[in-house]
């Protein structure tokens, strides 16, 4: 069975800091995703990955930027934390490009809170 | 803009009778169309999934309807079950590529032991 493994699940920063969330899935998938998950507006894409070093943005990719060094592991950052960025992070992958008959494997989420 | 909206938060059920949770879009190139679980603290998991070629897909006790001249997606849960309170997003998919899939807000289901 996939495991996407978020490495925090609750994180507190002050506006300003650099912010690193890590996520590692086990299953050899080729794509990867970060999505952030808000009250009243669903999940939101930031940024994706199809393969190691390639990125490509979401809906919502001011104010992030994104690491994959290793086909395992796909990172997000904030490079200067802001409150409005306080909310949950989910991150996923999935075997083929696109959602046809490869749904998203999703990990815990890390609720971040920015103060 | 929203282009898959469920429009009810919540729903309360009681155990054993019917869960139906709906789902409209506004984009007539969706064609792939999926419902999500989530449980709290954990993150959504794949439930269900209907290609625009069909009206329907069942697996067990969920059933999936889609109704395309109206836009409308609803899934159906029969008998409900305790362990089906979570929320449910509708997610809808133009074609393939990984930035063309777009979730709904989600709907709270509460089953009523």
């Known amino acids: 069975d996939v495991k996407v493994t978020q490495s925090s699940r609750y994180l507190v920063k002050r506006t300003g800091e650099k912010v690193f969330l890590e996520c590692v899935q086990d299953m050899d998938h080729e794509n990867m995703f970060w999505y952030r998950q808000d009250p009243g507006l669903g999940l939101r894409l930031i940024y994706f990955?199809?393969?190691?070093?390639?990125?490509e943005k979401g809906d919502i990719p001011e104010g992030y930027s994104v690491s994959r060094e290793k086909k395992e592991r796909f990172s997000l950052i904030l490079e200067s934390a802001s409150t409005n960025q306080t909310s949950m992070y989910l991150c996923?992958?999935?075997?083929?490009?696109?959602?046809?008959?490869?749904?998203?494997?999703f990990g815990n989420g890390t609720r971040l809170t920015v103060t | 803009d929203q282009q898959v909206k469920q429009n009810s938060p919540s729903l309360s059920v009681q155990e054993g009778r019917i869960s139906i949770l709906n789902c409209d879009y506004t984009?007539?190139?969706?064609?792939?169309f999926l419902w999500y679980k989530k449980y709290p603290a954990e993150g959504p998991t794949f439930l269900i999934s209907i290609s625009s070629i069909k009206d329907k897909n069942e697996d067990g006790r969920f059933t999936v309807f889609l109704n395309k001249s109206a836009k409308h997606l609803s899934l159906h849960i029969v008998p409900s079950q305790p362990g089906d309170s979570a929320v449910y997003f509708c997610a809808a998919s133009a074609g393939t590529g990984a930035n063309n899939l777009f979730f709904g807000t989600g709907t709270r289901l509460t089953v009523i032991p």
């Open positions: 996923a992958s999935s075997l083929l490009v696109g959602s046809y008959n490869s749904p998203l494997h």
């Open positions: 990955s199809y393969d190691v070093k390639m990125k």
């Open positions: 984009n007539s190139m969706f064609d792939y």
